[in-house]
């Protein structure tokens, strides 16, 4: 009888950490689509749906500020190990997918600065590249729901692929910008864009980072490849 109030304490706190990790899920899956409108408005040029991605950055920003109150909360109740971990990925994973939204964002303002432009042949390399960062985010979110860390190894993994496609589009906008100065400011823009979603994945890391620690502790992560090799011509 006397481990009954435990218990029902220890369920109360089960119940609202599971709250919270779906709470992040839907915070996260809310970045993405911001990020999915912001790559559609790019293509379709429609300055009033950007402007409305814009506004919507907002609402992603309220969420991650109530999470991380609800995570301070649970933390005031006395947490093991396992949760003290678990608290930690709840303060660490909204921040960046507030950044992520954020990121989604600045791609819809400069598809507006873009539109003043005709339209550029580089769009579809952009396309693939936001295309890559969106399922890195969406994959690493199933990880962290399901706490799994093999998969957001995986996740973690992959970023080398999105890398090197940023990499390729970064040489493909110089060497345009090289052939002709016209292109030289709508260029300008598109890899501003790209460097965004580049930095989406690496976020989408970091929460895949997070995962493992969460899972693993302090258990060292396995090595993994690196491909952005902008640095090497003067990053954006």
């Known amino acids: 009888m006397n481990t009954q109030p435990n218990d029902h304490i220890v369920k109360s706190y089960d119940e609202e950490q599971r709250r919270i990790v779906a709470e992040i899920v839907r915070m996260g899956e809310t970045a993405v689509a911001q990020l999915e409108a912001a790559l559609d408005v790019v293509e379709r040029r429609d300055d009033k749906a950007a402007q409305r991605i814009i506004a919507n950055d907002e609402a992603i920003d309220a969420i991650e500020h109530q999470v991380s109150h609800d995570v301070m909360h649970l933390a005031l109740r006395g947490p093991m190990a396992r949760d003290l971990r678990e608290i930690l990925a709840g303060l660490r994973i909204p921040a960046d997918i507030e950044r992520i939204g954020d990121y989604a964002a600045n791609v819809a ?128």
């Open 109 to 236: 303002k400069r598809s507006i600065a873009l539109n003043v432009s005709p339209p550029m042949p580089q769009i579809t390399g952009l396309r693939a590249l936001g295309k890559l960062a969106a399922r890195q985010v969406r994959d690493v979110l199933v990880a962290y729901q399901n706490s799994d860390a093999e998969q957001a190894v995986q996740v973690r993994a992959r970023d080398a692929e999105l890398d090197a496609h940023y990499t390729a589009l970064f040489r493909e906008l110089l060497t345009y910008m090289m052939e002709d100065p016209r292109n030289i400011t709508p260029c300008t823009h598109l890899l501003f864009m790209a460097k965004n979603l580049e930095r989406i994945g690496d976020h989408a890391t970091n929460i895949a980072e997070n995962v493992w620690f969460l899972v693993h502790g302090d258990q060292p992560l396995p090595p993994r490849d690196k491909r952005d090799e902008t640095s090497t011509t003067g990053a954006v």
